[in-house]
């Protein structure tokens, strides 16, 4: 009987593995076909192939039976990464050598405006002291890549090619070995739990997750490190946890709900005060140092890059768009904006209520609501794309992985069982 169900199971999952990959596939292809931008397209030539693949793999194993290595349902998932993710990557970034930033056509863009954004933050960094153009010093009207809307901490992507230039120092590249090396330590320190095929596919093989890593990355950056935050907050390592925290807070400010969402996590799970105290003063007194010095150099350039344009109140708009509610309401004029954002602090209320009343209590259960909680901020901000939902799609993949680690974890024996222990 248990043999039925678990061939009843594995039929079930394969054909939700066609019908995954056969609409990663449809997506690739028409945006191989019809996207506006350069980058873009490169990608979703390359993906395709590996979704196509990763389709017809699994009709495959549906339809015969055998076994070997080839029969791995990880076979598809490794063929997305190499092909549908590193190989537009080194693509796109020689490609970027012809020279095509700052350039108005974005079909001749070999990486998004983020990277470059990114990338000159740092160089003003290191020539003014801070990351931020001054916008209202500019000679000509202000325009949306004159902005970086992230906070101080992130110019340390684009460090590299500030200091040595050249097509190796390429930030997409310092935010996949971040995003990497963050994952791997997260798992190292979970136990190397053995992630299901599906966390992979929601963390891996979405294409919110390949396109962004072969054309932007700096999202994938920040979610490493919020993954890694959970694992440390999981063992209760919570001095790194809160250097963690306060490095995402000062690179995007955006990702506020995850941090949120963690820090209830470390309160409510035993912590003893000492252990609190280090873990506030680390978090409070390391967002200080990153941001203060450049606060202090030019607090109104600040304001107006990471908190005026991204909630629409700069001297500008921000172009981002979507068919997310916070956007369709904010953009029916000054009124829609106003409601937009009242929207907003209200479901920022209402998670932080549940909080308050369900804390998460495991580390697989963080993960899940800071899926949830950026989930909703990302559905009620005014200015969002749908690029950004690879934030709650990725942590729902971790939280998949989260909880194998906890199932493995061994269990602490019941008194009764230690009482009878001390007796023999």
């Given at each position: 009987?248990?043999?039925?169900?678990?061939?009843?199971?594995?039929?079930?999952?394969?054909?939700?593995?066609?019908?995954?990959?056969?609409?990663?596939?449809?997506?690739?292809?028409?945006?191989?076909?019809?996207?506006?931008?350069?980058?873009?397209?490169?990608?979703?030539?390359?993906?395709?192939?590996?979704?196509?693949?990763?389709?017809?793999?699994a009709?495959?194993?549906?339809?015969?039976?055998?076994?070997?290595?080839?029969?791995?349902r990880?076979?598809?998932?490794?063929?997305?990464?190499?092909?549908?993710?590193?190989?537009?990557?080194?693509?796109?970034?020689?490609?970027?050598?012809?020279?095509?930033?700052?350039?108005?056509?974005?079909f001749?863009?070999?990486?998004?405006?983020?990277?470059?954004?990114?990338?000159r933050?740092?160089?003003?960094?290191f020539?003014?002291?801070?990351?931020?153009?001054?916008i209202?010093?500019?000679?000509?009207?202000?325009?949306?890549?004159?902005?970086?809307?992230?906070?101080?901490?992130?110019?340390i992507?684009?460090?590299p090619?500030?200091?040595?230039?050249g097509?190796?120092?390429?930030?997409?590249?310092?935010?996949?070995?971040?995003?990497?090396?963050?994952?791997?330590?997260?798992?190292k320190?979970?136990?190397?739990?053995?992630?299901?095929?599906?966390?992979?596919?929601?963390?891996?093989?979405?294409?919110?997750?390949?396109?962004t890593?072969?054309?932007a990355?700096p999202?994938?950056?920040?979610?490493?490190?919020?993954?890694?935050?959970?694992?440390?907050?999981?063992?209760?390592?919570?001095?790194?946890?809160?250097?963690?925290?306060?490095?995402?807070?000062?690179?995007?400010?955006?990702?506020?709900?995850?941090?949120?969402?963690?820090?209830?996590?470390?309160?409510?799970?035993?912590?003893?005060?000492?252990?609190?105290?280090?873990?506030?003063?680390?978090?409070?007194?390391?967002?200080?140092?990153?941001?203060?010095?450049?606060?202090?150099?030019?607090p109104?350039?600040?304001?107006?890059?990471?908190?005026?344009?991204?909630?629409?109140t700069?001297?500008?708009?921000?172009?981002?768009?979507s068919?997310?509610?916070?956007?369709?309401?904010?953009?029916?004029?000054?009124?829609?904006?106003?409601?937009?954002?009242?929207?907003?602090?209200?479901t920022?209320?209402?998670?932080?209520?549940?909080?308050?009343?369900?804390?998460?209590?495991?580390?697989?259960?963080?993960?899940l609501?800071?899926?949830?909680?950026?989930?909703?901020?990302?559905?009620?901000?005014?200015?969002?794309?749908?690029?950004?939902?690879?934030?709650?799609?990725?942590?729902?993949?971790?939280?998949?992985?989260?909880?194998?680690?906890?199932?493995?974890?061994?269990?602490?024996?019941?008194?009764?069982d230690?009482?009878?222990?001390?007796?023999?």
């Amino acid at each position: 009987m248990g043999t039925v169900f678990a061939v009843g199971d594995r039929r079930r999952a394969l054909g939700l593995d066609i019908a995954i990959y056969a609409a990663c596939a449809v997506f690739a292809i028409v945006t191989a076909l019809w996207s506006e931008f350069y980058g873009y397209r490169i990608w979703g030539n390359f993906a395709s192939f590996a979704y196509v693949f990763g389709a017809l793999h699994a009709v495959w194993l549906l339809t015969t039976t055998g076994t070997g290595w080839l029969r791995s349902r990880w076979i598809p998932v490794g063929l997305v990464g190499g092909v549908g993710m590193l190989a537009p990557l080194l693509v796109l970034i020689f490609r970027r050598l012809t020279g095509s930033d700052w350039v108005i056509k974005p079909f001749q863009w070999s990486a998004q405006p983020e990277v470059w954004v990114i990338e000159r933050s740092a160089s003003l960094l290191f020539d003014t002291g801070t990351p931020y153009v001054d916008i209202a010093a500019l000679p000509r009207p202000p325009e949306v890549n004159d902005y970086t809307p992230y906070g101080p901490a992130m110019t340390i992507f684009g460090m590299p090619r500030a200091l040595l230039g050249g097509a190796i120092t390429d930030a997409r590249i310092v935010f996949a070995l971040t995003a990497i090396a963050t994952v791997l330590l997260s798992l190292k320190l979970l136990g190397w739990p053995k992630p299901p095929v599906r966390a992979a596919h929601l963390a891996l093989v979405s294409p919110l997750t390949a396109l962004t890593f072969a054309v932007a990355g700096p999202d994938l950056a920040i979610i490493g490190l919020i993954i890694l935050a959970g694992a440390l907050a999981a063992r209760r390592k919570v001095v790194w946890c809160a250097l963690v925290l306060a490095l995402v807070v000062s690179m995007k400010l955006s990702a506020l709900p995850a941090v949120v969402v963690i820090v209830f996590h470390v309160v409510t799970t035993r912590a003893g005060r000492a252990s609190l105290l280090r873990f506030a003063t680390a978090v409070i007194g390391v967002t200080a140092l990153l941001n203060i010095p450049v606060l202090i150099v030019h607090p109104g350039a600040f304001i107006e890059h990471v908190i005026k344009f991204p909630s629409g109140t700069g001297l500008i708009t921000s172009p981002a768009a979507s068919p997310l509610p916070g956007h369709l309401i904010s953009s029916a004029g000054q009124v829609g904006h106003a409601v937009a954002l009242v929207l907003l602090g209200l479901t920022a209320l209402a998670l932080t209520v549940w909080l308050f009343v369900r804390p998460p209590a495991t580390g697989s259960d963080t993960m899940l609501k800071a899926a949830i909680g950026l989930g909703a901020a990302i559905l009620m901000v005014p200015a969002s794309r749908y690029g950004y939902l690879v934030y709650p799609l990725v942590l729902w993949g971790a939280a998949m992985t989260f909880a194998v680690a906890e199932r493995a974890a061994p269990r602490p024996a019941e008194p009764q069982d230690l009482s009878v222990s001390q007796a023999r």
